[in-house]
């Protein structure tokens, strides 16, 4: 089973940019899918973006336009850019390997400790 581990956040003014990676230790090919979910303070968990392995994309009405998640597979990395950042955007950010179904995206990784992004106005 792969592992990944989340880097990249921080604390940024609204509007600005930051992009997150995420590491996968075994080999990216073996991942059907990944994606990103957040964890805003005192939230639940929501799934923010996906990438299939032939590269399709999905994102969350809340960050449509503005963020995008791409992959490296000679880096064995994932990435979310994420521009135009606004406080509503403050949460701890984590990444996924998982695969769809007919319900949507799931996840099958263990659950890493994630990134904080904080968006202060």
């Known amino acids: 089973q792969v592992q990944l581990m989340e880097s990249g956040g921080g604390l940024v003014q609204a509007g600005e940019s930051l992009t997150l990676s995420c590491g996968v230790s075994?080999?990216?090919?073996?991942?059907?899918?990944a994606g990103w979910y957040r964890q805003p303070p005192g939230k639940q968990r929501e799934l923010v973006a996906t990438i299939t392995r032939g590269g399709r994309t999905n994102y969350a009405d809340s960050v449509k336009g503005r963020f995008s998640i791409s992959r490296d597979n000679t880096k064995n990395t994932v990435y979310l850019q994420m521009n135009s950042l606004k406080p509503e955007d403050t949460a701890v950010y984590y990444c996924?390997?998982?695969?769809?179904?007919?319900?949507?995206?799931?996840?099958?990784?263990?659950w890493g400790q994630g990134t904080q992004v904080t968006v202060s106005s």
């Open positions: 075994g080999n990216i090919f073996t991942i059907n899918a």
């Open positions: 996924t390997a998982g695969s769809f179904i007919s319900t949507g995206y799931y996840p099958n990784s263990r």
